[in-house]
């Protein structure tokens, strides 16, 4: 019989960059939920990788070494380029790594600056209080900064203030879509498109993201995702299919939230029919224990 569920998680976030828990935390987690195979892909850093293969070894899980790369894409387009299965000493993705994540002090002090022209003041500070280090600063921080002082209700921070239009939005030229693809099979990594149902793009958009993604090496996107509705789902599972993309899957977990169902470590089987990015990162899904 097909599998419901997965015990795969390709996509996952701790307090290296902006997640909730910590490596420990996130991994123990997945381990309760019946995890086999968990990634750890925080925002343009590695720096977690170590730490969760040792953890990972201790708790019988094995590890896809991973990260997620901003992207700015046609001068103005924020997306994310997840790395699965990628060397993380490799030097160039490091050095490149490192260049992303020093200008998030600054982008933090715009978007601070911004939210206290509309009365808001305290958020730089407060959203760098919840950041471990200075440059895993996030807009989720002011997400969470901007919920817990009133600001705004659960689930409602970034379209209220942190979205492009809004008053705390700032634009921020990341890297382009030819590097962070670069990078990511240059350190043996598979690239894959993160959460595409996220980006509000029309089909023919997001037909000519995936178009210049495959012209430079990329290889994957995410089908199964907790941004994705039902007909996400749909909607990418046949995009996979007429672009000839590997299908991934991830929660994108980041913190426990009521008005979320998300389980790190355990994700929704993909849909019959379509070729993944599995057998590239060591995964056999015939060595799987079924999940109910």
């Known amino acids: 019989m097909e599998k ?14 902006d997640g909730a828990h910590s490596v420990r935390e996130v991994l123990e987690m997945a381990k309760a939920n019946g995890v ?8 343009d850093t590695v720096d977690g990788i170590s730490e969760a293969r040792e953890i990972a070894k201790e708790l019988g899980i094995k590890l896809i070494a991973g990260v997620e790369i901003s992207v700015t894409w046609q001068k103005n387009t924020l997306i994310h380029i997840v790395g699965l299965g990628i060397d993380e000493n490799n030097a160039q993705l490091v ?32 959203a760098l209080a919840l950041a471990k280090q200075p440059e895993a600063l996030s807009r989720t921080h002011f997400n969470h900064w901007l919920i817990a002082n009133g600001h705004a209700k659960a689930g409602k921070a970034f379209d209220k203030f942190l979205a492009p239009g809004k008053p705390g939005f700032t634009q921020q030229v990341w890297a382009n879509l030819a590097d962070a693809v ?29 178009e210049e993604f495959k012209s430079y090496g990329g290889q994957g996107i995410e089908v199964i995702s907790s941004a994705h509705s039902l007909q996400d789902e749909e909607n990418i599972a046949a995009l996979c299919r007429h672009c000839d993309l590997l299908a991934s899957l991830g929660s994108d977990f980041h ?37 109910n």
Do not use: M
């Open 4 to 17: 419901k569920y997965l015990p795969i998680d390709l996509h996952c976030h701790s307090t290296y960059s």
């Open 36 to 43: 086999q195979f968990q990634a750890l892909t925080d925002h």
């Open 95 to 126: 050095s490149e790594l490192a260049k992303l994540r020093a200008s998030r002090v600054e982008r933090g002090r715009r978007i601070g600056a911004n939210l206290a022209k509309v009365g808001i003041h305290g958020a730089f500070e407060g």
């Open 182 to 210: 670069a990078w990511i099979k240059q350190s043996g990594g598979v690239a894959v498109i993160a959460h595409p149902g996220r980006y509000s793009f029309t089909r023919t958009k997001l037909i000519r993201l995936i």
């Open 255 to 291: 913190q426990q939230e009521s008005y979320r169902k998300i389980r790190p470590g355990v994700n929704k089987a993909i849909p019959h029919g379509l070729n993944t990015v599995f057998p590239l990162i060591g995964i056999d899904l015939n060595s799987l224990t079924e999940i």
